[in-house]
């Protein structure tokens, strides 16, 4: 298999929302801000490995988005000057078919023996078209962009996997996982789907009594000053 086989390769919401231009406002960050206030409690969210887990599930995160971008500006001029690789053949019946990949191919003129000679031909065109992708692709370094996108694309999901094992030992780190849940599997964005809300609900409750709890501090502070 071709790395212009698996264009495909990253999950559906993270390719969708890339594309697409969606942001969901990162709300850990908030929290960072506002848990944190005083010595300890930077010293305290800085030994938090749930948070620490999100900031690197963050960066990578964002490097996908730009792999993506860059994926895909590649994708298009290689489209544009190679066309995906495919082939069309004339069936008996006088209709024309494309076939864009060999499985589709073989499904379309099947395994007749008066079909053998169609079908070598169909099949040698398409792995010469597939031939010329493959070096346009590794020259332009869409096939090297594919790659890393994939390996960050994977690297994602263990980072994933890793927030159900990882203690939280903050308000922050917990706002880390359920922010990275939201941004990684919600079908769309404000899905009013289960559990879709209430997670968004549980969300935003982290960052009001966070922010609750950050005023009060800062008040106290004033009045020992007073």
């Not at 969210?45 to 887990?53: I, K, T």
């Not at 559990?195 to 009594?209: H, N």
Request: glycine share 6%; proline share 4%.
């Amino acid at each position: 298999m071709t790395d212009s086989d698996n264009i495909t390769s990253l999950p559906f919401v993270t390719r969708r929302r890339v594309l697409e231009g969606t942001v969901v406002a990162t709300t850990a960050w908030t929290l960072e801000g506002n848990a944190s206030a005083g010595d300890a409690g930077r010293t305290h969210m800085r030994s938090d490995p749930a948070l620490a887990l999100w900031r690197e599930w963050e960066r990578v995160h964002k490097q996908i988005e730009r792999l993506c971008r860059r994926q895909q500006r590649l994708e298009t001029k290689l489209v544009e000057s190679v066309g995906f690789p495919c082939v069309t053949v004339r069936l008996a019946e006088g209709e024309q078919v494309t076939a864009h990949s060999i499985e589709m191919l073989n499904e379309v003129l099947g395994k007749a023996p008066d079909m053998a000679a169609l079908r070598t031909k169909a099949q040698a065109d398409f792995a010469a078209h597939q031939a010329r992708w493959d070096a346009a692709a590794e020259e332009t370094g869409y096939t090297a962009a594919l790659r890393a996108e994939r390996e960050a694309g994977e690297k994602m999901q263990h980072l994933l996997q890793a927030f159900s094992t990882t203690p939280a030992t903050t308000l922050a780190g917990v706002a880390g996982k359920l922010d990275a849940v939201l941004r990684e599997s919600e079908p769309w964005e404000e899905c009013s789907e289960f559990p879709w809300p209430q997670i968004r609900s549980a969300l935003s409750d982290l960052v009001r009594i966070t922010e609750s709890y950050g005023a009060d501090r800062v008040r106290h502070r004033s009045v020992l000053h007073d």
